[in-house]
């Protein structure tokens, strides 16, 4: 049996293999250069006068986030960000809390309206079988 210190790992889809136990985000060095996060083996290097990095390979741009733990893709073409956390080694995906609300006010936007569609419909046929 595994200890409580050891890492459990998973490969996903992509045949990357990643740890089931969250990382302590480290700080990124502004100065320094990083491995991409992306699945092409480009380097991350500064961009002079800006918290940004350039890939060399793919081309995309990250920002560092206020906190300086955090990096986030910029682009114009995704609707949702992709951002990671440096964990001395590797990258490993952030996720924000505040998608977790998207599936509620979803299902708030669909099933209210059904609601009030099926109760107008109930009443009105309610009412046409009477008369």
Not at 22 to 33: F, G, R, S, V, Y
Not at 101 to 129: D, K, Q, R, S, T
Request: charged letters at 15%; aromatic letters at 14%.
């Amino acid at each position: 049996m595994p200890s409580l210190g050891s890492s459990f790992f998973f490969t996903n889809p992509f045949g990357s293999r990643m740890s089931l136990q969250p990382h302590k985000a480290q700080k990124i060095d502004l100065n320094e250069e990083y491995p991409c996060p992306c699945r092409f083996r480009g380097n991350l290097t500064p961009i002079v006068l800006t918290d940004a990095f350039g890939c060399n390979c793919c081309q995309q741009i990250f920002v560092v986030n206020e906190n300086g733990d955090t990096i986030e893709q910029l682009s114009t073409s995704y609707t949702y960000k992709s951002a990671w956390r440096w964990t001395g080694k590797q990258w490993s995906r952030a996720y924000f809390k505040g998608k977790a609300h998207y599936l509620p006010l979803a299902l708030v936007i669909v099933l209210v309206p059904l609601a009030v569609w099926l109760l107008l419909a109930l009443h009105f046929l309610g009412y046409n079988a009477t008369v």
